[in-house]
C-alpha cells in the first residue's frame, strides 16, 4: 500500500523558517510528481509547489524564493523547506504525489495527513 506520512509541522515566529517532511512507502517519491498543498480554514486549498522528474520544480508566486521543495531519494522522502515565513503562511500543509502528471492533481493522487504550520508572534 502506498502511503505519505507527514511530520515537521509547528508553531513558529514571523520570519523564521520550517521544514516539513513526508516519508513514502510503496513507491518510490524520486518516479512520482511531488507537491504540497495549504488549506486554511473558510479557503480552498491552495497549490505551493511541484516537482517532477526529480528535478523540475515549480512555485506559487506567493512563496517563490522562500520555499524549497526537494527530496531525498535515499531515504524516500520529500520535503519543503519554508524560510521567511509570515503570518499568511499559517495553514495545513498537505504533500501528495502522483505518477505520470507534473503535479499532483487528480484523485488517484497519494496524499499524507497534514501537517499544521503556525506562523504567530
Known amino acids: 500500500q502506498s502511503q505519505l506520512v507527514a511530520s515537521g509541522g509547528g508553531l513558529v515566529q514571523p520570519g523564521g523558517s520550517l521544514t516539513l517532511s513526508c516519508a513514502a512507502s510503496?513507491?518510490?517519491?524520486?518516479?512520482?510528481?511531488i507537491g504540497w498543498f495549504r488549506q486554511v480554514p473558510g479557503k480552498e486549498r491552495e497549490w505551493i509547489s511541484c516537482m517532477h522528474s526529480s528535478v523540475s520544480t515549480t512555485y506559487a508566486d506567493s512563496v517563490k524564493g522562500r520555499f524549497t521543495i526537494f527530496i531525498d531519494d535515499a531515504k524516500n522522502v520529500m520535503y519543503l523547506r519554508m524560510n521567511d515565513l509570515n503570518l499568511e503562511d499559517t495553514g495545513l500543509y498537505y504533500c501528495?504525489?502522483?505518477?505520470?502528471?507534473?503535479?499532483?492533481?487528480?484523485?488517484?493522487?497519494?496524499w499524507g495527513q497534514g501537517s499544521q504550520v503556525t506562523v504567530s508572534s
Open positions: 501528495a504525489a502522483e505518477f505520470g502528471l507534473p503535479c499532483p492533481a487528480s484523485a488517484a493522487a497519494i
Open positions: 510503496g513507491f518510490g517519491v524520486d518516479h512520482y510528481a
